[in-house]
């Protein structure tokens, strides 16, 4: 198989290293070809893909867009995007104006608990006010000693139904698609395992997804736990979407895999790169 790694993070949003540096890294852990997909922004795409071009990687640029599909966040990513295009300049820019007001909600509720300066301690971490993310907030938790790892942060204060969680309206799913759809893209669901949805509901996500032009779904992810492979690729099988394989790389010490140094696809699906490349 082509290692294709097509979902990972930068510090244009809450990635740990430059654009430059992650690209550098999936150059020395083997993989062939790279794809850079920040939430919501494609500020490090210029960035990485000179970088890539450098080092001889084949280059995805992509995204990773933040939906609200009823109470439930799911995360869309777009591959191959023309990052110049207006539906999705315009688009992201609506969603990322949303992040500042939310993060001051989760700050007072961290003070609610005697937790002081988590606003200024996120920022500090953050590239800017419209990235602020629930993982700076976590890694000001994590380095102020409040909890022991980032895991831990959202286990006890950011995750869903936690005291510091702040319900959000992100894009729609239809709208995500179309706005990757009309910039070039590909969309493809990130990490279905992780939706914490009955089987009813995830079925009814799925055929929606389909519906609005969604073609791909992540089997093989950092964000998926390795007896998850399966029950995903049959879902790629039933639905007959397209398989797609990213490491979801935010730096040292935070994910699973390196880029490029995940398990292979499972040969039967057919590879949504194979969209492109032939
Ligand atoms: P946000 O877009 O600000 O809501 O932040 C979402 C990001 O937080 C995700 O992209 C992950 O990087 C991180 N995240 C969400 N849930 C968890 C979790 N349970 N454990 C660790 N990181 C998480
Ligand atoms: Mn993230
Ligand atoms: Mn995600
Ligand atoms: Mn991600």
């Known amino acids: 198989m082509e290692n294709f790694d097509l979902h990972n993070h930068s510090t244009c949003s809450d990635g740990l290293l430059s654009p430059t540096q992650l690209i550098e890294l999936a150059a020395r852990t083997g993989a062939e070809a790279i794809a850079l997909t920040d939430h919501d922004t494609t500020a490090g795409l210029e960035e990485a893909g000179a ?16 939906v609200s599909w009823g109470d439930t966040t799911l995360h869309i990513v777009g591959l191959n995007i023309d990052p110049t295009a207006q539906p999705i300049v315009d688009g992201l820019r609506s969603i990322r104006d949303g992040r500042l007001g939310r993060a001051e909600r989760v700050a007072a509720a961290l003070k609610g608990m005697g937790i002081d300066g988590a606003l200024e301690g996120a920022l500090a971490r ?5 990235m602020l993310s629930r993982t700076h907030f976590a890694r000001f938790l994590v380095e102020t000693g409040a909890v022991k790892d980032t895991q831990r942060a959202f286990d006890k204060y950011l995750g869903k139904g936690k005291p510091a969680y702040v ?5 729609g799913l239809a709208d995500a698609v179309r706005w990757i759809k009309g910039s070039g893209g590909i969309a493809v669901l990130a990490h279905p395992g992780r939706y914490d949805l009955k089987p009813w509901a995830r079925g009814e996500m799925l055929d929606e ?7 791909a ?3 093989i992810t950092g964000s ?13 099988d039933e639905y007959g979407f397209l398989a797609s394989r990213g490491a979801d790389y935010h730096g040292p010490g935070e994910s699973p895999f390196e880029p490029g140094k995940l398990p292979p696809l499972p040969e039967t699906l057919t590879p949504v790169w194979s969209k492109w490349r032939h």
Do not use: C, D
């Not at 319900?167 to 894009?171: E, L, R």
């Not at 997804?209 to 073609?215: D, L, S, T």
């Open 217 to 219: 779904i992540e089997v």
């Open 224 to 236: 998926h736990r390795p007896e998850q492979y399966a029950m995903w690729k049959r879902t790629a």
């Open 167 to 171: 319900a959000h309206q992100w894009a």
């Open 209 to 215: 997804f389909k519906r609005v032009g969604g073609e």
């Open 126 to 130: 953050a590239p800017n006010e419209s």
């Open 51 to 66: 970088a890539a071009k450098r080092l001889g990687l084949h280059w995805v640029p992509g995204v990773e867009i933040s």
